[in-house]
């Protein structure tokens, strides 16, 4: 009879090593009778843990990276050794260091105060939407880690953005030191189509400060919806920020899914052209396209709110563009600044640039009937209307801004 595969394992374990020298070959040694490994190598066949490790807590300790248990939370006993409470997981961590930082405040500011490092009211500002910020941070990660969250068909989740919100507020209040007029030209209710400049070398930094005044600045704080370019949809490593975060592939489609439901939307009609654009041209429009978003607004009857944005070009200031590593990551531009890539991830920091964004008076396009929309003249020309306003404020709030920085 053929022997089986059982026998010829069974064979193979008892009569060679399976143990392995220190050069990770297979030994060669015939293996102790009733075991799989040789007299040197006996000491795999049993691993043995530290004398000096207990197992129940390390049973615990391994337990408690899931986080609390619920029976043992009730009952105030854990499930390893029985003789104490579970502790908190990684994430309830982050919450306790938020906590922390949060009662601490007022000692800090003090200390800093006290000893002249800082002007009083400013660090206890900034200490407060740090350990704001932080505790936001740890929700938002809590939520997703739990699961425990609603997505609308786009991946938008409300609850996970408004709790990243202070972390977009410590860039808005003191890295940028964002101005705002005119937010009271964006409708509180009701549909919306936001028109802006476009500058980051890559990064929607403009679009991220758009939103978080909508929310710190209006007297109806509401989302708003970012049209982006496909190339940074699909990065892996960022393409789902984008979407819990609300923003939206830019297409036509998706412009008009969103106004139907009364969204507010933003728009960069400058595109690749407007971020790309070198520093010797900043706050130079770029052309507008066809006017695909004046259409938009005109079958859906949106009024259209120009949007001036100061600040951005001076981020990232592009000098020079790198076409071989555009091609390497299928960026459309990957830009030289004077202190990237020289300085490397140090010198992808943006720059602490003044800003002022302004927001237009807006253009009621309900005057005009939706036919209107297929006039590709008509078209044009508010395309090219609101592209001027955009311009011309551009000019007049760069001329009020004493230094590029202050």
């Not at 010198?347 to 006039?375: H, M, R, T």
Request: glycine fraction near 10%; aromatic fraction near 8%.
């Amino acid at each position: 009879m053929a022997p089986t595969t059982d026998d010829i394992t069974a064979a193979t374990s008892v009569g060679t090593c399976q143990g392995h020298t220190r050069s990770g070959a297979r030994c060669r040694r015939r293996a102790i009778e009733g075991s799989m490994f040789c007299a040197l190598h006996a000491d795999q066949a049993q691993p043995t843990m530290p004398a000096d490790i207990d197992r129940d807590e390390l049973a615990d300790a391994i337990a408690d990276l899931g986080g609390p248990d619920d029976n043992a939370s009730a009952s105030g006993t854990g499930t390893g050794s029985g003789t104490h409470a579970r502790s908190a997981g990684p994430v309830d961590e982050l919450r306790q260091m938020a906590d922390y930082l949060g009662e601490n405040v007022g000692r800090i500011r003090d200390v800093a105060v006290g000893s002249g490092i800082v002007d009083d009211g400013l660090l206890e500002r900034i200490l407060a939407d740090c350990a704001h910020a932080l505790h936001g941070l740890a929700q938002a990660v809590a939520e997703r880690v739990s699961g425990d969250y609603e997505e609308d068909d786009f991946g938008f989740d409300e609850a996970f953005t408004e709790h990243l919100l202070p972390l977009a507020t410590l860039l808005y209040r003191y890295w940028w030191r964002v101005d705002i007029e005119g937010i009271e030209n964006v409708p509180g209710t009701g549909r919306g189509l936001l028109v802006s400049n476009h500058a980051g070398a890559g990064m929607p930094f403009d679009g991220a400060m758009i939103k978080t005044a909508m929310f710190l600045e209006h007297s109806q704080p509401r989302h708003v919806r970012l049209l982006v370019l496909d190339w940074l949809m699909g990065l892996p490593w960022l393409a789902d920020l984008m979407k819990q975060t609300g923003q939206v592939l830019a297409s036509s489609p998706n412009a008009y899914e969103l106004l139907k439901r009364d969204q507010l939307i933003a728009v960069f009609p400058e595109g690749v052209k407007g971020m790309a654009k070198p520093f010797s041209e900043r706050y130079n429009l770029q052309r507008f396209g066809r006017g695909g978003f004046v259409r938009i607004a005109l079958r859906t009857r949106t009024p259209i709110i120009p949007v001036a944005v100061v600040g951005s070009e001076e981020i990232y200031p592009k000098i020079a563009n790198l076409p071989i590593v555009n091609r390497l990551i299928g960026a459309p531009f990957v830009p030289v600044t004077p202190l990237f890539p020289l300085f490397g991830l140090l010198g992808a920091i943006p720059l602490p640039s003044k800003w002022n964004i302004e927001f237009c008076e807006p253009i009621d396009v309900s005057q005009y009937p939706p036919e209107a929309a297929d006039d590709r003249a008509f078209v044009l020309e508010l395309s090219e209307r609101v592209r001027a306003t955009i311009q011309e404020r551009l000019k007049a709030n760069l001329l009020k801004r004493r230094t590029p920085f202050w």
